[in-house]
């Protein structure tokens, strides 16, 4: 397991979460409002501003854990996406960003007290979210200011956007336009020169009360206490441990439950206590469950806009308890064509990495598809009342859930086909659906840079079978550079794990030829799934399901998939049955602008020409 399940005398089955759209027409926001009847209340809320990025991407389920705590404690919380970001409308080149965050946040505090009628409310920021909320104060004075792991100083943010640029395997962009780009999230000029002019020290926010939670390893430095004490605000400083384990990849990521109840712990020693005398009532029920976006293809470099999507939220489920959101148009909604389902890739939530998914849903809605994209139960805001559950990429059963999915998408609608599409996890969770759901009208599976095909219980990314062709694609590459050979000859390398690479290439080559050796199958296991890739694949095409790949030029997929399935790929790309379309300088979860672009081009393109020509 990779995370740490929380206390026991906490009962999250209490807490309800209601999605909502607000903003404005031309630009609505995603958000959540947490409340709970589990206790008495005060008339304090807070809004929670998540980080940018990737770490928005790592931090989903820890903020919503911090959510779900200050509910419990008679707080009501709102969560949600900034313009631009995750769920709500906008792309990431549109001018004005940063005062679109502080516009997007301005908008959840106004939120909070429409729908509980709190007169107090407070601000809680992680990382980038916390510089953030420390901004919004300036035109919002607050009752009270959390800053976890702020980032006080704007320029030694692009300072870091800029290294990871520079140690990225995958080069950036060339345009002229797009200055940086790291972590999945491009930054133009406008936005880098509004970013670098952040300077917190010299920023007094207005806020009653203030907490600063220095990051883990910069438990020592007070630079941002002892400016703010110069100006007589009420401020202190608190270690509480857990940053660094909310910000590693999303399927590692470990909630620190008992730093987030002493920082609620901290909001209740301030809240009068006297006006705790009635349950929580909403003044008013969140109702906006759909939205119209006006979608701009960033992609195009006129940017013109192009027609409107609607999105809708969407459950499914035995009682309707996991969440998805459904893109289309009204030229989608009147289609025969079929209806395309996103799956999770890895641990991410239904954003997908870079907010690939987003972008994908929204340009197909726009060609006549409905698309969407859900959370798998534990992931994101699909929640499962046994936490030990959570944040498992490869699910048991997982060709159930997509069931559930079709089952809830033909009560609502009359839809009847289906193509299954991911990325990573999502890709295996399409291929067991279309190898296992052949009752339903399952008409295509489109798998984006599979890892591996067969999961069993008590494996993990660090051991997976396929890691080794990962490692040795790495190898390959890097051999191909001058760079790496002048490091080979001066003892630079590490010679253990080049020689276990090239090790175990030559004995999974070697099997491969003897036939016994698929994915699934490790060189000391080489009966387990034997066979089982290329059958599996004439299975579904068998079937009338045509097989799509979309493989990252640099990823292991291709390998993996001609080394355990070479002869079968080959057949059904001859009967047109299975095709296989390459991304140049990509990489795994397509953290770069151009390739990223690229690959929602091809997919238009592709399904272009397949149903509509």
């Known amino acids: 397991m990779n995370s740490h399940t929380p206390p026991s005398e906490n009962n999250f089955d209490l807490v309800e979460r209601h999605p909502f759209y607000f903003g404005s027409k031309t630009k609505p926001l995603l958000g959540w409002l947490h409340t709970s009847n589990y206790r008495k209340h005060s008339n304090t809320g807070i809004v929670i501003c998540p980080p940018l990025a990737v770490e928005y991407m790592n931090t989903y389920r820890s903020l919503r854990y911090v959510a779900d705590y200050f509910a419990l404690a008679g707080i009501p919380a709102i969560r949600f996406d900034y313009h631009g970001t995750g769920d709500s409308s906008g792309i990431e080149e549109d001018d004005n960003r940063l005062n679109d ?51 006080y100083s704007g320029k030694k943010y692009i300072r870091e956007i800029k290294l990871l640029q520079k140690t990225s395997a995958i080069q950036t962009s060339s345009d002229d336009e797009l200055l940086l780009e790291a972590g999945g999230m491009g930054y133009w000029a406008q936005t880098v020169n509004d970013l670098s002019n952040i300077d917190l020290t010299k920023t007094v926010p207005q806020a009653k009360r203030i907490l600063i939670i220095p990051r883990d390893e910069q438990t020592t430095d007070t630079k941002l206490l002892q400016a703010w004490q110069q100006c007589n605000l009420n401020v202190e400083q608190k270690n509480h441990p857990g940053s660094a384990q909310m910000l590693v990849d999303a399927h590692q990521t470990i909630v620190p439950h008992q730093s987030i109840q002493n920082i609620v712990h901290w909001v209740e020693d301030d809240i009068d206590k006297k006006s705790e005398n009635s349950p929580f009532q909403l003044d008013k029920q969140p109702c906006e469950i759909h939205t119209d976006i006006e979608h701009v293809n960033g992609c195009n470099n006129a940017r013109q806009k192009q027609s409107r999507v609607r999105e809708t939220l969407f459950n499914y489920g035995a009682k309707n308890e996991y969440f998805a959101i459904l893109t289309e148009t009204k030229k989608s909604k009147e289609s025969t064509l079929p209806t395309i389902i996103l799956a999770n890739s890895g641990a991410n939530h239904r ?263």
């Open 351 to 613: 954003v997908g990495p870079s907010r690939l998914y987003v972008l994908i849903a929204r340009e197909l809605s726009l060609i006549g598809f409905r698309c969407l994209r859900i959370d798998v139960p534990g992931i994101g805001d699909s929640i499962l009342s046994n936490h030990e559950l959570e944040n498992i990429e490869y699910i048991s059963s997982s060709s159930k859930k997509i069931l559930d999915v079709i089952k809830a998408l033909e009560n609502n609608s009359d839809t009847d086909k289906f193509i299954l599409m991911g990325l990573c996890s999502g890709a295996y969770f399409s291929f067991h659906a279309a190898l296992d759901l052949t009752e339903k009208n399952i008409i295509e599976s489109v798998l984006i840079n599979p890892l591996t095909f067969y999961w069993d219980e008590g494996m993990s990314e660090e051991n997976s079978p396929t890691r080794h062709f990962s490692t040795w694609n790495w190898y390959k590459k890097a051999f191909a550079s001058p760079d790496s050979w002048a490091k080979l000859l001066k003892g630079k390398i590490d010679y253990k794990s080049l020689f276990s690479a090239v090790k175990n290439r030559m004995q999974t080559r070697l099997m491969a030829r003897l036939g016994q050796i698929t994915p699934g199958a490790t060189v000391k296991n080489t009966n387990k799934h034997r066979h089982q890739l290329g059958q599996d694949l004439a299975k579904i095409a068998s079937n009338n399901i045509h097989l799509q790949f979309i493989l990252s030029r640099s990823d292991p997929g291709y390998d993996i998939l001609m080394t355990n399935a070479g002869k079968t790929i080959n057949k059904l790309q001859k009967a047109n049955k299975l095709h296989i379309k390459f991304i140049e300088n990509a990489d795994h979860t397509f953290s770069k602008y151009k390739p990223r672009c690229e690959t929602i081009k091809t997919l238009v393109q592709l399904f272009k020409d397949r149903y509509q020509s």
């Open 101 to 151: 965050w502080l516009w997007s946040i301005q908008q959840a505090q106004t939120q909070l007290n429409v729908l509980t009628g709190c007169t107090k409310s407070g601000l809680f920021g992680f990382r980038m979210g916390a510089t953030l909320a420390a901004l919004a104060t300036k035109s919002a004075p607050v009752d009270f200011l959390i800053l976890w792991a702020a980032l």
